[in-house]
């Protein structure tokens, strides 16, 4: 995995200050080096402070990083505390953190069931809200969250973690709303699979998920994160995505559609 996306046009983002959280390897580190490279200051939120200083170290002094628990709120406070405090403010917040505990519905552990909760629910929810205020005070706000395509059709053995990103569509769609009046855009993406620690992980815990992933997608092979975040930096970019809000943003090479035929 590179650090680098190397395709975004330097400067669409400059004088802009962004709050990535997730942001320490993956997707949010695609995303997060996106916004680097297109000239915007951006805080990592991770909760390992050794892996998020190994982040920020890579994308230079653009970059800085708040290491905590995106399920507790105060960790959502301090990054946004930090970039108005270094950089005067913020402009942009894409929520890329989330627990995947792969088990079946009925016998999956209840401490996995909160922990995915927290994460994939709670922890958007505390970024948003402790972001909006400082968002609605810059003009061309965007807020972005990665979702997945779990959220939109079952898949055995991730049940739980499906069920949270399809209440963050949910979610999506009521900010939205909510948000419109602020001037603040929210759209999420809804990766298929994806190159990632998390998919490795599930890989190993769900014999066959990764081949049973690339034969039921149309381009029949897995995304690199950096496929991911070149949309995510297209919506954060107002100048480009300035009429989309309340949007998913299907990313799956198909998924839905080949199992739709199917």
């Given amino acids: 995995m590179t650090a680098q996306t190397g395709e975004d046009p330097g400067g669409?983002?400059?004088?802009?200050?962004?709050?990535?959280?997730?942001?320490?390897?993956?997707?949010?580190?695609a995303v997060a080096a996106g916004l680097v490279a297109g000239g915007a200051n951006v805080v990592l939120v991770a909760r390992r402070e050794d892996v998020l200083a190994e982040a920020t170290a890579k994308?230079?002094?653009?970059?800085?990083?708040i290491a905590g628990d995106v399920a507790d709120e105060t960790t959502a406070a301090r990054?946004?505390?930090?970039?108005?405090?270094?950089?005067?403010g913020l402009d942009l917040l894409h929520f890329n953190a989330g627990t995947l505990l792969p088990g079946d519905i009925a016998g999956q552990p209840l401490d996995h069931v909160d922990r995915m909760l927290a994460v994939n629910l709670r922890g958007p929810i505390t970024f948003v809200r402790a972001a909006a205020p400082e968002l609605a005070?810059?003009?061309?706000?965007?807020?972005?969250?990665?979702?997945?395509?779990?959220?939109?059709?079952?898949?055995?053995?991730l049940g739980v973690y499906g069920a949270?990103?399809?209440?963050?569509?949910?979610?999506?769609?009521?900010?939205?709303?909510?948000?419109?009046?602020?001037?603040?855009?929210?759209?999420?993406?809804?990766?298929?699979?994806?190159?990632?620690?998390?998919?490795?992980?599930?890989?190993?815990?769900?014999p066959g998920l990764e081949e049973a992933t690339i034969a039921t997608n149309l381009v029949k092979r897995m995304a690199t994160p950096e496929e991911i975040a070149r949309p995510a930096l297209t919506l954060l970019d107002s100048a480009e995505s300035g009429y989309v809000t309340g949007a998913v943003w299907d990313i799956d090479g198909g998924y839905q559609r080949d199992r739709s035929a199917g």
Avoid: Q
Avoid at 59 to 65: K, Q, T
Avoid at 79 to 88: S, W, Y
Avoid at 191 to 202: I, K, L, V
């Fill in 164 to 206: 949270t990103k399809a209440a963050l569509h949910y979610l999506v769609s009521t900010w939205a709303i909510e948000l419109a009046p602020s001037g603040i855009r929210v759209n999420a993406l809804c990766p298929g699979g994806t190159y990632t620690p998390s998919m490795y992980e599930a890989a190993k815990a769900i």
């Fill in 79 to 88: 990054a946004v505390a930090h970039a108005v405090d270094t950089h005067g």
């Fill in 12 to 29: 669409r983002f400059a004088g802009r200050t962004a709050v990535v959280a997730g942001a320490s390897e993956g997707i949010g580190l």
């Fill in 59 to 65: 994308l230079g002094p653009a970059a800085s990083g």
């Fill in 137 to 157: 005070k810059r003009p061309g706000a965007a807020v972005t969250l990665t979702s997945s395509a779990t959220g939109r059709l079952p898949v055995p053995g």
